[in-house]
Nanobody, 118 residues
Framework: QVQLVESGGGLVQAGGSLRLSCAAS?????MGWYRQAPGEPRELVAA???????KYADSVKGRFTISRDSTKNTVYLQMNTLKPEDSAVYYC???????????????WGQGTQVTVSS
């Protein structure tokens, strides 16, 4: 069975940084994060294949960087220059294959709250 354990998140002031991590157990392919804020649709924030191909939401390009350690099935999301609009619950997701959409999904993390204050 595939399991994902997320860490990171928290409360930061605008302009600050956070790093999220997501460790997977089991065999997975691409990994990444979705986020959902109240009243907003869930959106793909970033995804990365084990080969290093990446995808970012337009809203985070230039500020967020996703990376991976394939030997540990772990991905990291470095979030810099955080804005209040980045506030959301961030959910790690793992795909069964190499698609940067992460579908079909193998597992979801428990979610971690990111709150950015003005």
């Amino acid at each position: 069975q595939v399991q994902l354990v997320e860490s990171g998140g928290g409360l930061v002031q605008a302009g600050g940084s956070l790093r999220l991590s997501c460790a997977a157990s089991g065999s997975i392919g691409a990994m990444g994060w979705y986020r959902q804020a109240p009243g907003e649709p869930r959106e793909l924030v970033a995804a990365i294949t084990m080969g290093g191909s990446t995808k970012y939401a337009d809203s985070v390009k230039g500020r967020f960087t996703i990376s991976r350690d394939s030997t540990k099935n772990t991905v990291y999301l470095q979030m810099n220059t955080l804005k209040p609009e980045d506030s959301a619950v961030y959910y790690c997701a793992a795909g069964r294959g190499s698609s940067l959409t992460l579908a079909p999904f193998a597992a979801w993390g428990q979610g971690t709250q990111v709150t950015v204050s003005s």
